[in-house]
């Protein structure tokens, strides 16, 4: 038997410009999707090892109204999931989403792919059992970017160009059968007008 996974991807709050935590901003932002997913019958909540995104999820499971336990996992850490070739992409796009990659380091090169792939194994796709599950990973832009490719079927490079503010709201459906669907995307709707798009570069926001 097989039942429907619902995955809430959520990036972390925002963060102090040495990445060591959240602004109080951040903390506000975690605080109330914690209180908008009070009543989601979570069994776990996945989270980065690093201090944004830990602190995100421990603000969000305080809110909820059973205690949830939360998981440190590398899966959900802050790493490239893809490095395109320039054969992949887009002739007219290809030397901007180079330039974009070429920061990566070695060890990422390496481990990024990897990680991702395992990423993709443990939280996605249908689960074992009778009853539908709940989950929520709470990580960073590029791993939600790279699910929502995934459940949309769309070539590996397409992860590049999704972003996804602080604290929003990602939920994507993976029923037995039929594929994956996206319900939500980037959604902000829990936070102030103050409190959103942070995390984005300053374009027009809407």
């Known amino acids: 038997m097989t039942a429907t996974r619902y995955l ?3 990036r972390h709050g925002e963060a102090t410009p040495d990445e060591s935590g959240l602004t109080e901003n951040g903390r506000r932002q975690a605080t109330l999707l914690g ?13 980065g090892p690093l201090p944004r995104a830990e602190e995100t999820a421990r603000l969000i499971g305080d809110q909820l109204k059973d205690v949830v336990p939360l998981h ?13 070739t320039r054969e992949e992409l887009p002739p007219e796009y290809a030397d901007f989403f180079l ?3 070429e920061g990566a380091g070695e060890a990422e090169r390496q481990h990024g792919p ?3 792939r395992r990423a993709q194994e443990r939280f996605t796709g249908p689960v074992d059992g ?3 599950r709940h989950e929520l990973v709470v990580t960073h832009n590029f791993l939600v970017a790279w ?10 490079w397409r992860w590049l160009g999704l972003n996804h503010a602080n604290a929003a709201l990602t939920v994507i459906r993976y029923p037995p059968d039929r594929p994956a669907s996206v319900l939500l995307a ?13 995390g984005l570069p300053p374009v027009p926001h809407l």
């Open 72 to 84: 440190r996992s590398e899966l959900a850490g802050d790493y490239v999931p893809h490095l395109p």
């Open 147 to 156: 699910l929502v490719r995934d459940a949309m079927y769309a070539p590996e």
């Open 35 to 47: 209180r908008r997913l009070v009543d989601v019958p979570f069994t776990a909540v996945h989270h």
């Open 130 to 132: 009778e009853e539908d």
């Open 99 to 101: 330039r974009f990659v």
């Open 8 to 10: 809430h991807l959520v």
């Open 114 to 116: 990897a990680l991702a």
């Open 186 to 198: 980037n959604d902000m709707r829990h936070l102030p007008a103050d409190l959103r798009w942070t």
